[in-house]
């Protein structure tokens, strides 16, 4: 006789539930608005402009944090030094609290403060400019690329790079040739999920960039003026944007992370 494991069952049916609430939930997205609505909205100037500022700013957020994000990420994994856990801490800390309260630090931080001086002095001024929008993005972004890069290099066996140094390869050499090879597909899957949260970023890029229309308008920002303003069809049309890029993020990463 057939034995249920009700264990198992009861788990299982509670993916179930989630997921379906969760596919639901984003199919009304989908399903609300016309396909030829959401076709001119996406021709729209205010909608063209939001999605390139979005993509040139998420491009270049991204280089910048997997530049960042590679050392920190390795020294984090390789090395043992002075304040290693407070440095942890601090880079994950960003993951934890409301995007809100980042963009806040950053208004502080880059205002009228020695280091907002010395940037400006340098021809950087990233309150309520396109440049703070990138600045914002990449505080946002850094945090989850370090932590998957620090996995990365984690779970490669460091006497593969011992055997490189014994061959004569310096530790930057070694670092170039070996350790980044082998760490592609978690550099692949820290780029991705990296440009999703670059794109997606809101809070930081409201307080730290603002929310000025045709300015600083990324997606995010595009969504919620437009809900501000009642024009439901462009906001759901940033929506609809937003959800795609998200999920070609996230099918990348899973790949990925199943090679990892």
Same mark, same amino acid.
């Given at each position: 006789?057939?034995k249920?494991?009700?264990?198992?069952?009861?788990?299982i049916?509670?993916?179930?539930?989630i997921?379906a609430?969760?596919?639901?939930?984003?199919?009304s997205?989908?399903?609300?608005?016309e396909f030829?609505d959401v076709?001119?909205?996406l021709?729209?100037?205010?909608?063209?402009f939001?999605?390139?500022?979005?993509?040139?700013?998420?491009?270049?957020?991204?280089?910048?944090?997997?530049?960042?994000?590679l050392?920190?990420?390795?020294?984090?994994?390789?090395?043992?030094f002075?304040?290693?856990g407070?440095?942890k801490t601090? #880079? !994950?800390?960003?993951?934890? %609290?409301?995007?809100l309260? +980042? /963009?806040?630090c950053? @208004?502080?931080? *880059?205002?009228k403060?020695?280091?907002?001086?010395?940037?400006?002095?340098?021809?950087?001024d990233?309150?309520?400019t396109?440049?703070?929008?990138?600045?914002?993005?990449?505080?946002t972004a850094?945090?989850?690329a370090?932590?998957?890069?620090?996995?990365t290099?984690d779970? #490669? !066996?460091?006497?593969?790079? %011992?055997?490189?140094?014994? +061959? /004569?390869?310096?530790a @930057?050499e070694? *670092?170039l040739n070996?350790s980044?090879?082998l760490?592609?597909n978690?550099?692949l899957?820290?780029?991705?999920?990296?440009?999703?949260?670059?794109?997606?970023?809101?809070g930081?890029?409201?307080?730290?960039a603002?929310?000025?229309?045709?300015?600083?308008?990324?997606?995010? #920002?595009?969504?919620?003026?437009?809900?501000?303003?009642?024009?439901?069809g462009m906001?759901?049309?940033?929506?609809?944007?937003?959800?795609?890029?998200?999920?070609i993020?996230?099918?990348?990463?899973?790949?990925?992370?199943?090679?990892?």
């Amino acid at each position: 006789m057939y034995k249920i494991n009700w264990f198992k069952s009861v788990f299982i049916f509670l993916s179930y539930v989630i997921t379906a609430m969760l596919v639901l939930a984003i199919g009304s997205l989908f399903l609300v608005p016309e396909f030829k609505d959401v076709l001119n909205n996406l021709k729209g100037e205010e909608m063209r402009f939001s999605l390139q500022l979005s993509l040139i700013t998420g491009f270049i957020s991204t280089l910048l944090v997997i530049v960042f994000a590679l050392p920190i990420g390795y020294a984090l994994s390789r090395f043992q030094f002075i304040g290693k856990g407070f440095v942890k801490t601090m #880079i !994950d800390l960003p993951i934890a %609290f409301p995007e809100l309260v +980042l /963009g806040l630090c950053l @208004l502080l931080l *880059f205002g009228k403060t020695f280091v907002g001086s010395i940037c400006r002095s340098m021809g950087l001024d990233f309150v309520f400019t396109r440049e703070g929008v990138v600045m914002a993005q990449f505080f946002t972004a850094m945090p989850y690329a370090a932590r998957i890069i620090k996995s990365t290099f984690d779970y #490669i !066996d460091p006497r593969l790079e %011992f055997v490189s140094r014994s +061959l /004569g390869y310096s530790a @930057l050499e070694n *670092f170039l040739n070996v350790s980044i090879r082998l760490a592609g597909n978690g550099i692949l899957a820290a780029t991705v999920i990296s440009f999703a949260r670059c794109i997606g970023t809101f809070g930081t890029v409201l307080i730290l960039a603002g929310g000025t229309y045709m300015e600083t308008e990324v997606l995010p #920002i595009t969504l919620y003026l437009n809900i501000s303003y009642g024009n439901m069809g462009m906001a759901l049309t940033s929506g609809i944007v937003l959800v795609i890029v998200s999920f070609i993020a996230i099918y990348i990463f899973e790949k990925t992370e199943a090679r990892l």
